[in-house]
């Protein structure tokens, strides 16, 4: 959800963090490259372009599972805040209950009409409930505009 999150926010969080450009050898599931190994530190996020496989936004501990391979592209640390990580989980929580199929908010229409039955979405946002956004950029949007980069 942080890649998409990022992408989102058009904000990678990377302004005065290291960025390394090169040949980059990904084996056994982690980045072999000493000065990556030097930088990076327990926890810290960063993203990898330029990859076939593996391009996106992690976190450095030790359940770090990339795909092997080797790439040229970039790996550049992050330095997410701490309120950016809370929005996030925030989010996929949100997305698990209201979008998925079995959800009422999946449903392209605002309202229907058949056989006497018919109902009206709401069309207000609300984080809770879910209703009114269809997306949750739309529910999580005034919590976004703070981090967002035009």
């Not at 997410?80 to 959800?103: A, C, F, G």
């Amino acid at each position: 959800m942080l890649s998409e999150l990022c992408r989102e926010l058009r904000n990678w969080f990377d302004r005065d963090q290291p960025h390394l450009h090169g040949a980059f050898e990904i084996s056994n599931g982690t980045i072999v490259d000493q000065d990556f190994i030097d930088i990076i530190k327990p926890n810290q996020y960063f993203r990898i372009t330029g990859s076939i496989f593996n391009d996106g936004v992690y976190k450095y501990d030790e359940q770090l599972e990339l795909q092997d391979e080797l790439f040229v592209g970039s790996v550049n640390l992050m330095a997410v805040p701490s309120e950016v990580l809370s929005l996030s989980d925030d989010i996929d929580t949100w997305k698990q209950k209201y979008m998925n199929p079995d959800s009422e908010a999946m449903s392209p229409f605002n309202s229907e009409s058949f056989g006497g039955y018919s109902y009206s979405k709401s069309g207000g946002r609300n984080s809770d409930s879910g209703s009114g956004s269809s997306s949750w950029q739309g529910v999580f949007a005034s919590q976004l505009n703070r981090w967002r980069k035009i």
